[in-house]
């Protein structure tokens, strides 16, 4: 089956600091990769996604590179803000067949805290 | 902009009653889903729909049902709600199918507590 593997959280980082969050994937076909944040009190809302290797998201500062050969998609920013202090869910969907309706696997979300 | 709004923000209620979750989306998206998130567990699906009464379980549907009677409107059914339902509810929505449809559209959420 498919899953999502993410580092395990939480993450506390201070003001301009550099962010990893590890992702990990196993899929049976072609996934669609992406990343969701979730700030507090709210929904999900898409950060960034890829759908093919080698495809290389962004958006806000954040990067993430879809690599087929680690089955990965670790996401990245150079200089976190405190505003960047939310939940991160890596999901994926797969591409092909008609029965998908980007139906989302997540990964179970890593807390990060940005302290000023 | 899409929106997607959930009928209730907090609900409390108590084992066994029958429970009513309503999600609305204005954006004539086909495909609508409900999630539950627990702490650790990240989001794990339960049902989700591709067409008008179209419905098809999720990862986790024991305990809940749902109905679709229009295209905007997704309804997640709690039969008798017990305590292990005590969760925070997402309803999402996506247009089409495939990797493009991975594009969900996420409600603010519903916290459910079950006494």
């Known amino acids: 089956g498919n899953s999502v593997t993410q580092m395990e959280g939480p993450v506390t980082l201070s003001e301009e600091a550099f962010l990893t969050i590890n992702c990990t994937y196993t899929a049976t076909g072609y996934p669609s990769l992406f990343w969701y944040v979730q700030y507090p009190g709210e929904g999900l809302q898409l950060l960034l996604k890829?759908?093919?290797?080698?495809d290389k998201g962004s958006n806000k500062g954040f990067e993430a590179t879809y690599r087929k050969e680690t089955t990965s998609f670790h996401l990245e920013k150079g200089s976190v803000q405190v505003s960047d202090s939310a939940v991160y869910f890596c999901?994926?969907?797969?591409?092909?067949?008609?029965?998908?309706?980007?139906?989302?696997?997540f990964g179970q979300g890593t807390i990060l805290t940005v302290h000023p | 902009d899409v929106k997607v709004t959930q009928s209730s923000r907090y609900l409390v209620k108590r084992t066994g009653e029958k429970v009513f979750l309503e999600c609305v989306q204005d954006m004539d998206h086909e495909n609508m889903f409900w999630y539950r998130q627990d702490p650790g567990l990240g989001l794990r699906l339960i049902y989700f729909?591709?067409?008008?009464?179209?419905?098809e379980k999720g990862d986790i549907p024991e305990g809940y049902s749902v109905s679709r009677e229009k295209k905007e409107r997704f309804s997640l059914i709690l039969e008798s709600a017990s305590t292990n339902q005590t969760s925070m509810y997402l309803c999402a929505s996506s247009l089409g199918n495939g990797g493009l449809a991975g594009t969900q559209y996420f409600g603010p959420g519903t916290r459910l507590t079950v006494l």
């Open positions: 999901a994926l969907t797969l591409n092909a067949g008609g029965t998908s309706y980007g139906k989302l696997t």
């Open positions: 729909s591709y067409d008008v009464k179209m419905k």
């Open positions: 890829a759908t093919k290797a080698d």
